[in-house]
């Protein structure tokens, strides 16, 4: 599979094309992507609403946001992504406590400190690298 992928990628690039990857942000997997029913069994990193409920993956949680950065950019490295598209992102004040982030709405400050690490490690990898999200409260950021 992985074959296929590296030979479009050089193929594209022999046509002026750049090719990329994509992630669902806070579920990492899209549900309509995920052929190979991929899933990640850390609840540690999820979210947790005010009543202690799990969420999304949380931005914020520094070794999810670690592992985040170090997924997309190892796999545009050896591929030569020069896109990474994130979809389904969406941000909401956590209370873990175990994420090292004060609890509720100032969690949100960390959630955006985490993908601004990520976008950092992916800017790394290729100085033009295009970031291209069409999802969540990506807008409010801006």
Not at 1 to 9: I, L, N, S, T, W
Not at 14 to 33: K, M, R, T
Not at 80 to 87: P, T
């Amino acid at each position: 599979k992985f074959k296929r992928h590296a030979h479009r990628v050089t193929h594209g690039r022999a046509h002026g094309v750049y090719i990329g990857d994509y992630s669902g942000c806070n579920s990492l997997f899209c549900p309509h992507y995920n052929e190979y029913g991929n899933h990640l069994d850390r609840p540690e990193w999820q979210t947790r609403d005010a009543e202690g409920r799990p969420g999304a993956f949380c931005f914020g949680a520094p070794e999810f946001a670690k592992y985040y950065a170090r997924t997309v950019a190892d796999t545009a490295r050896e591929y030569g992504f020069r896109i990474h598209c994130f979809d389904f992102l969406g941000l909401a004040p956590c209370f873990a406590t175990n994420h090292g982030h004060p609890a509720g709405r100032d969690s949100l400050y960390h959630q955006v400190l985490g993908l601004v690490h990520i976008m950092t490690r992916l800017n790394e990898v290729d100085p033009e690298m295009m970031v291209w999200s069409n999802s969540g409260n990506w807008a409010e950021f801006l």
